[in-house]
């Protein structure tokens, strides 16, 4: 038999070869990836690897785990195309590859910026390793930083950065900051802690060009007009799935790969997993994309009961992290469908998490700094359980003891 070939060697694609054998697949296992290195943690990219000048990147897993479960890793390969009909891989080179099941793990890059001048040195988004290192570099020389987009990660490095001793400007276009992913009270206290470290926040702004100084970045100029120094500017604006080599092949696609709750494509043959699939969401009943650790990691355990017999449905709960500066957020449930909000603890410790509420459901929990109601509210949507908002505002015990 040719076995199973998994298209991506990040957070899906390596999980998905580690279930493959967990779950007892004893067929050949190949992954490619386009990386050189062995496939790595991201998070840590936007958070300590640019303040640490000798972080390394985190492999995922080390170089015997893939020796040792037959996991024949292919770095530095392009996939070009699927020939569906053969299944058989194109490679970029010439050479094909045979495969029985596909798993399409291509994750998402950064989403580009149309403007003037987004080509000039010094202005870089962050996905890899490498984007990684270039961001640390030339912070270290640099007084001015131009952050585009209100997201996470832009916020994460804008906060690094300007503890570091730099003009941070951060540029959102829409009037608040993390809209996609929190709700507005977190996106707000984000925002005052942020101002009061010094970072400059533009809301509802845009840059209309960059400017550029012997043939690097020098300046962003907002809408507005007013032109901000810039010796560095990150691009933040989100992502787009990696799609390509799924749709020249036929394969449904609406936002991202859409996948059934076994993680299949409308090709039975092949599954898709991570950043890149979409689909309609057990929790929600609302079709997502999400962009995480947790569901990378999560969708690549799935796919892998599904190669291997099994019938279970995705229904993992969604979680997500990220660290700016001093805050440690952390959130869990989707906030999609929320009414009400309840929040425990005092925003002025820098400590506090808001429960959101669809009628009596509890649909989501995000906190600052509380990591243990972060693991209860794991425990609680994972039962399907909703507390009374008394048991909330009891705090962590009684709703152990409600849980109980
Ligand atoms: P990726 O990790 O993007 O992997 C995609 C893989 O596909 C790569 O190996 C690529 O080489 C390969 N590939 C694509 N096309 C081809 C092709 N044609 N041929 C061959 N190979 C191909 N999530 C959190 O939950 N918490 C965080 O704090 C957090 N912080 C983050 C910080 C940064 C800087 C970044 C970039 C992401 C962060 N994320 C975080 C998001 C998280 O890293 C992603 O959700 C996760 O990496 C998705 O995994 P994936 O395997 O789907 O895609």
Avoid at 207 to 228: C, P, W
Wanted: proline residues 4%; glycine residues 12%.
């Amino acid at each position: 038999t040719s076995g199973t070939i998994i298209v991506g060697a990040g957070h899906a694609g390596v999980q998905a070869a580690a279930s493959l054998r967990e779950e007892g697949y004893d067929g050949p296992v190949v992954l490619i990836g386009e990386e050189q290195e062995l496939p790595y943690h991201k998070p840590p990219l936007s958070k300590t690897f640019i303040k640490d000048a000798a972080a390394k990147p985190q492999p995922l897993r080390g170089e015997s785990f893939y020796e040792g479960n037959s996991i024949d890793y292919r770095p530095g390969l392009h996939v070009e195309r699927i020939d569906l009909a053969g299944r058989r891989l194109e490679l970029a080179g010439g050479a094909s590859l045979a495969f029985d099941r596909l798993i399409l793990a291509t994750g998402s890059r950064p989403r580009s910026l149309p403007v003037e001048g987004a080509g000039l040195p010094g202005v870089v988004s962050l996905r890899e390793v490498a984007d990684a290192r270039l961001i640390r570099e030339l912070s270290a020389s640099c007084t001015d930083v131009v952050v585009l987009g209100g997201g996470f990660i832009g916020l994460e490095i804008a906060a690094t950065l300007r503890a570091a001793g730099r003009n941070v400007t951060v540029v959102e276009a829409a009037d608040r900051l993390l809209g996609r992913v929190v709700a507005a009270p977190i996106g707000e206290y984000v925002r005052q802690r942020l101002a009061d470290l010094g970072v400059r926040i533009l809301t509802g702004t845009t840059v209309s060009r960059l400017e550029g100084e012997k043939g690097h970045v020098s300046a962003a100029v907002t809408a507005a007009g007013e032109r901000l120094p810039a010796q560095l500017v990150i691009v933040g604006v989100g992502v787009v799935p990696n799609v390509e080599l799924a749709g020249q092949a036929g394969i449904a696609i609406s936002n991202g790969i859409r996948v059934d709750h076994q993680m299949r494509t409308s090709v039975p043959e092949v599954l898709s997993v991570g950043d890149v699939a979409s689909y309609r969401h057990w929790f929600t009943g609302g079709d997502v994309r999400l962009e995480s650790v947790q569901n990378a990691t999560d969708q690549a355990r799935l796919a892998a009961r599904t190669i291997t017999g099994g019938t279970d449905a995705y229904g993992a709960v969604p979680w997500f992290w990220s660290d700016i500066g001093d805050m440690k957020l952390q959130m869990v449930g989707l906030t999609a469908g929320a009414d009400s909000h309840l929040t425990v603890g005092m925003p002025q410790d820098n400590r506090f998490s808001v429960y959101h509420f669809a009628g009596d459901r509890l649909v989501a929990v995000e906190s600052v700094n509380r990591p243990a109601d972060h693991m209860l509210g794991r425990k609680m949507l994972a039962a399907g359980f909703s507390p009374s908002r008394e048991a909330v505002a009891e705090g962590a015990d009684a709703l152990k003891a409600a849980l109980a």
